[in-house]
């Protein structure tokens, strides 16, 4: 086997070192009665070439091909990544390295990753980012317990409706087995959250709104956060795309004090929805607070500029039970690529490409307006949008399909109110064609 | 040379990569929405290249060279795997689209799951955690769930000194003060120790085992029996599955809950720090409790299990770490039964002969057969005045990843090496030198062990000013 | 355009420190009747993304796919290649460097092309490889003019007839303006090269044999050799399937002066035929005769092995007219991947796949024997091999391209007299399954 | 760390790839034929990987910083043309299938030729040559075609002192002797001299244009009148077409036959030392002396012409160095024609900011407006003892790739430029200002620069050793 280097001849050396008679031997100290008994059951040893058709056999058995035009996101866009990201991102010494424990061999990681860190803080108007979190949801969740720790008196944290679906159960999941109380805020007419009643719920703790939200509202923020400080709780926000900050105001600005989200978005493939990227910032003040790792600029022996993982104090293998979190792997690769993404785009290049989004939306809604569809919200929205459709909209998203489009996602399942609307994505991926080809079918 | 930080490079206006023509009308937000865009440099394709490349030659893989850091599985990461996780129709697959659409993806992880569940011996398996520590925080949402669904919330968890250090933040986060266990004097779970604190408002104990001392816990049977004889779960941290693939049944041991980092037995590269991923393997009685979705095979159709009230719930966003599965199913599939069994075999026959190669001149603290890491102590260096530490950085200069240091808690001074399988007989022998060089040296000019890391890209570095003074933003 | 970083504030810099006042006056010394009109026809640019959509276009006109299996050699091999060597291979330190003219910072270059010298002499049994040339055409041609360098007095060269026929015309068109004649030696009704009227054509300065040949057959090269040797001549021996050499005896111990080939069966894709490796080696004692790149061992300052381009008094920058060969640039990263194929095989791999694909051709040679084809030639063969059909096979090859086999290449273009007749080729890409369902539509 | 050779590596009995196991009864030859295999080192994958993967750690590329390699034009090359080749279908395509089951892959030969020709303003073109050298005799055998056409074999060519070095070799494999003309005091062809050399016996003249010295040869057309007077042919290396790419039409400037170097232009990847691809581009006359077969489209189906008795025949086994030649289609179609014009014009800024910038710290031998390289000497440091040499190996020590040195042969001590387009201001600023600083150092501590490199893989190598004791063979 290739990736097994011993020849019979060292084997026998070294046991003989080892002062074993076999390998099986090497394994004595190990009770009889927690032996597994046979050979695990597996399908046979494969070559790299079987592998390889083996891999192409569920390619084939995918629908939905690479030449589909998906136009849905809900939490996963496609956007495209250049090809040099991906060669560089594959390099080894990036791929195939640990955690930068011992930072002196590990300053490529390190200083990506600070500057990763600097770009999120950048784009979102924030203070400090962290190295990343596993994923939206848990972003969110971290978030969420970060905000319990800080008004630690409080036990009960709102959550918008207008919150990716999965992130809210994933919220729900890591709170389940404390004490704390989850209260969901709903959304109004116009897809915004509705914050009327906020007063009502007691003293939260914090409060998350996404923004854009799961049906592609923009909401308004700097509203929103002068009504949740004024209740004293800790102001959230997430997201699902963060692109849309190359043209609307960054959470920052809006006064938030922890903004997460998923940021598969920059530059990451949809990968069946993983591995995306938590993204995690707060204000300077919240600093100690926050979960997951952080590198920090210091400098060597020498006086020259460095970088490290610290604050560790905050951490699980220091602080154990009484860390801010569990986590130790984040998504370190994927923030590296996210970055990579960011240097790729520029200031002037992520402003550019967010108007092309915000545009084909735009474009999208007029004309499914003018072909007789119902734009749901009125709110403007950034890249997704909610359609209702005049007629049953079944047959003609099935022929879409078979056109190669993918047209929209019922979101039924998550709002039940909303069970005949669809929700649709658009962007630079998506071309005039695409949008005019989904039209004219409506039209008919 | 050194390499600017990115905003110290670029100018405006240049770009590095292709945005497409508007070819519909473009549009702006209303005003007060409206924001200015981030402060980022622009650069063009070749700055962001050459930027990461140099980047990259400051950083060192397994690829680069032996990374025998304990407890982390350095083991090397076939390139086939890259590829297959990179397939176009998987890397595009939308994880929202109906299980029709999607029937490959779907039954990588049906797959994926049965061959888990064959290799720990366990019943059921999910693949959502994203890595070791939320397959932790997944398993101990598990016991609290079982517990509530006898009625009973429990407060306290069992906890070996010899356990991996995420655990007790996971059981934190359900709740659970965790009690530590002190390991006996041959460094395993004393049966009488657990049996006196084991008690019915404890929800059990998670084990790690092989545990951290890089040994198999011998008495994990007895133990298991006292913790279910109270009610409790056991818990297995997987961490170390990498020792007794083919070898040891995890349920037959009575583990009832378990992870498995598949970044480290199952040969997915770290990254860097990540992504991970952490499935959960659990026995019959518990499946019930796994996070939803959940993937199902009927006849030749596999779909995803909405319905179960009795889930805890989502752990991910979609499927997990998805990319990372495929990588994991790669490797499995390359090397099948006989292979992993091999593999666990030679893991360990790696870290035997590092550690009979070595206790003559590192401090071993547990002489005894280990599995696939061993752990010494800088015990007999005291006298030199030179710390594990200094070992540590001296390997940097000659050409070596150090292993782990000051791991686990219990060995003062620890160096954890583990070696893994995919190291041969020579690379390990050349290590096993350069150590004993290195004590050698310290014997005779500790100086160089002091100033060390000179070979590195920084000498080292000031870490108590990072955290006194931090600078996390550029 | 993002390969081009200047801005237009940089540009105005720098015409002020030129000198110029616009871009266009940078070429006022280029007189105006030298000067392009107007602009150059091209399509208009494409982003990277409209790229990929044009390549896959042309992808889709490809009505051979990667499905199919094609059993054609001819010179170019199908053989697996590992992921491995194609991520090595993209490694930008060996892909965007130049010919290692500055030795310092070019030593993996330098070491990778030494190793690919030497495990290339090894395979070839000869004493000195150089770092390539082209490919195989190029390759024999430049053997041949060795031989006629070292043979000075002597102005014939004699060919076998089962050489690769695309080689022997491009040894006619490199020595078509000089003053040497070409003889082109027979095959005989075994598909060995008929050296029996070898004394008739005169005093030959070399005399070139492939083995196998293109027709599959492996020559009786030690024979051949005291044959040729017997006259005077230059021994050289080509190759285009250097695997052969796994299993059988290899030139060297056939007692070949100068061996040639083309190397592109070992660890290089088909990709139409190009990039290929002109592999090249001989005996010691005509290295100062070699045409084109060689690396050597040497010492650094500090006494530290090195390696660095030698001999360089032979080529073209130094010698100009009198230099061997006019080659510069030649196959390197080719050569590098090559040595990468060989260093994974291994001895022991080397051998089981040359087995492999020894065993495949006879198993399908048997198979059709007892489906009533002919296998034109009893000598034996590596994994190619002649085929003559009972019945008209146009009709059956047709049905076989449908179901995905390339079943075969027509010969008669290049031998006439061998019009009815087919070479199939056999590597370990091929299955049983595959065979089976040629020899059981053969059999209809 | 030293990484061995390959054979210092290995055990016997490791494999680095798979091998499928046969499905069929496996077969030997006959004893007389069979050999033993070559002695090679068996390797694991990961022996395969670390081994390349250092070696690659001691190779610099444009990936890692400036190359500013005159005459080499090693600008960025870009990441997408990799894809591109690699496309499966492509990568995967035999060369000798019937025309109607490759279309996709003629067709991008069809279209590469057609934009080669509109670029150069030349009227047919072949894709066959492997690299500029094997271009330039493609193009003495047209000359040697066409003469023989006109009944006469001419033995002379003419070649000015200011071409590339493999003119002369390439020009003798026709046996046309070299005939050297002097360039004048500006770096030029003189028209002169050139009337003075040329008569009937010679077959025509080899210029490179812009020049070696990086200068446009203006007197060009007058050359060209000259040598058509007298039946002759002029050749165009068009090594240095990076400088005029939509600024100069080779056709008006008299050219007959030239090659363009993919590698260089059109920006395709060297990889040490290859593959490049020459195509040579021909006037309407000579189109029927192209290689075959050449790629025609009837309608819209694409199809090799191989009838063509005037042809000089094939240069290549097959279609060229293809994977090439797809990069540079990928280039052309990613540029477009504005792109293309403004490349050259950005390479010849950039050369000329350079040569203004550096002129007062190092000897311009020809003072004058320059394309896209120039060309200084050492002359001004002769009295300090140093040399181009050790300019050029202290510049190792900084992080960069030297310039050419001691080319072309007309300046003594010469050190050639070529920045190309793809590097931006403030990466030439930091060269610029690392030259003035190493001339510094060579005034006021010349050992720093003899002694150089130190910061290199290795210090300076004796190639004098290699050449009289070669170890060629490991």
Not at chain 1, 65 to 73: D, E, I, L
Not at chain 1, 118 to 134: E, F
Not at chain 1, 293 to 311: A, C
Not at chain 1, 345 to 359: H, I, K, Y
């Amino acid at each position: 086997m290739r990736y097994l280097p011993h020849t019979e001849e060292e084997i026998a050396e070294m046991l003989a070192t080892v002062g074993s008679d076999s390998l099986e031997g090497l394994f004595d100290t190990i009770p009889a009665d927690c032996r597994m008994t046979g050979e695990i059951e597996l399908p046979p040893a494969m070559t790299e070439w079987q592998l390889d058709d083996h891999m192409a056999g569920i390619s084939a058995q995918m629908k939905v091909t690479t030449c589909h035009k998906v136009m849905v996101g809900a939490g996963i866009y496609h956007h495209f990544v250049p090809e040099s990201i991906r060669t560089l991102a594959s390099r080894s010494e990036f791929l195939t390295a640990y955690t930068p424990y011992q930072p002196e061999m590990a300053q490529g990681t390190l200083q990506g990753i600070f500057e990763y860190q600097t770009l999120t803080a950048r784009l979102l108007g924030m203070d400090v980012a962290n190295a990343s979190i596993y994923d939206g949801g848990a972003a969110l969740a971290e978030a969420l317990l970060m905000g319990l720790r800080i008004n630690k008196k409080r036990k009960k944290i709102g959550v918008s409706k207008g919150i990716h679906p999965h992130h809210r159960q994933v919220v729900r999941t890591y709170l389940q087995a404390t004490e704390f109380e989850i209260v969901e805020l709903p959304i109004g007419a116009d897809g915004r959250t509705d914050l009327g009643e906020l007063a009502d719920h007691g003293e939260l703790a914090a409060v998350a709104i996404q923004s854009p939200n799961f049906l592609g509202v923009i909401e308004d923020l700097t509203q929103a956060g002068v009504a949740i400080h004024e209740t004293g709780a800790i102001f959230i926000t997430s997201f699902t795309e963060p692109l849309a900050y190359g043209l609307v105001k960054n959470p920052g600005e809006c006064g938030a004090d922890i903004v997460c989200g998923e940021g598969q978005s920059l530059g990451l493939s949809r990968s069946f929805g993983g591995p995306g990227l938590g993204m995690f910032a707060c204000k300077d003040a919240f600093t100690r607070n926050m979960p997951g790792r952080l590198v920090g600029e210091t400098v060597d022996r020498d006086g020259r500029r460095g970088f490290v993982l610290t604050l560790s104090t905050r951490e699980q293998h220091i602080r154990r039970e009484k860390a801010t979190s569990n986590i130790c792997s984040n998504q370190g690769i994927c923030a590296m690529m996210a970055g990579m993404y960011m240097a790729s785009l520029g200031g002037t290049g992520l402003r550019e490409l967010a108007q092309l989004n915000f545009s084909k939306a735009e474009y999208m809604k007029a004309e499914l307006k003018k072909a007789g569809a119902e734009i749901v919200f009125d709110s403007p929205t950034f890249n997704e949008f909610l359609v209702r459709f005049p007629k049953d909209f079944e047959t003609t998203r099935k022929k879409l399909f078979d056109e190669g489009i993918v047209a929209g996602l019922k979101v039924g399942k998550y709002y039940p109110q909303l069970k005949d609307c669809y929700l649709f994505c658009t962007t630079e991926t998506v071309t005039k064609a695409d949008i005019d080809k989904v039209v004219q079918e409506v039209s008919r | 040379m050194n390499e600017p930080l990115l905003w110290e490079k670029g100018k405006k206006g240049r770009k590095g990569m292709s945005i497409p023509a508007a070819d519909v009308p473009l549009a702006t937000p209303e005003a007060a929405l409206a924001g200015a865009g981030p402060d980022f440099p622009d650069l063009s394709e070749i700055d962001v290249i050459r930027h990461y490349t140099r980047l990259s030659q400051w950083n060192f893989g397994v690829d680069t060279g032996l990374y025998p850091l304990g407890s982390c599985t350095m083991k090397y990461n076939p390139k086939t795997n890259e590829k297959q996780a990179a397939t176009p129709a998987i890397a595009a697959a939308h994880p929202m689209l109906d299980d029709e659409y999607v029937q490959g993806t779907l039954r990588i992880m049906y797959e994926l799951q049965q061959y888990l569940i064959n290799i720990t011996g366990m019943a059921a398996a999910t693949l959502q955690p994203s890595a070791g520590a939320q397959g932790e925080l997944t398993g101990m949402l598990i016991f609290d769930a079982y517990h509530k669904s006898k009625g009973s919330k429990r407060n306290k968890i069992l906890i070996p000194d010899t356990a991996h250090g995420t655990n007790p933040a996971s059981a934190a986060l359900c709740g659970y003060k965790p009690v530590p266990v002190a390991s006996n004097a041959e460094g395993m779970l004393d049966v009488e120790t657990v049996k006196a604190l084991m008690d019915e408002e404890t929800a059990g104990i998670m084990v790690t085992n092989p545990n951290t001392l890089g040994l198999f816990e011998e008495n994990i049977r007895a133990v298991a029996e006292i913790v279910h004889a109270k009610g409790g779960l056991v818990y297995g941290d997987g961490a170390n599955m990498n020792a007794i693939m083919g070898i040891v049944d995890l349920s037959k041991c009575g583990v009832d809950v378990m992870h498995l980092n598949l970044h480290k037995t199952f040969s997915t590269p770290h990254g860097g720090g990540g992504p991970g991923a952490g499935p959960v393997c659990v026995v019959e009685k518990l499946a019930r409790f796994l996070p939803i979705p959940h993937v199902k095979k009927d006849g030749d159709t596999y779909r995803l299990d909405w319905d179960n009230p009795d889930s805890i719930g989502r752990v991910h966003g979609y499927h997990g770490n998805y990319g990372v599965l495929v990588k994991a199913y790669s490797y499995i599939l390359s090397m099948g039964a006989a292979n992993l069994k091999k593999a666990s075999q030679l893991a360990v026959l790696n870290a035997n002969y590092i550690k009979e190669r070595l206790k003559g001149a590192l401090h071993l603290p547990y002489d005894r057969p280990c599995m696939h890491e061993c752990v010494f102590s800088d015990e007999k260096q005291h006298e030199l005045k030179v710390a594990t530490l200094d070992i540590a950085k001296r390997l940097i200069d000659y050409g070596y990843h150090p292993p782990t240091v000051y791991f686990p808690l219990v060995v003062h001074g620890a160096i954890m090496i583990e070696p893994t399988e995919t190291e041969c007989k020579e690379d390990i022998d050349q290590f096993i030198d350069t150590i004993l060089l290195i004590l050698q040296e310290a014997k005779e000019n500790p100086q160089l062990l002091y100033d060390a890391p000179v070979m590195a890209k920084r000498k080292r570095l000031d870490e108590t000013l990072a955290a006194r003074k931090p600078c996390l933003c550029g």
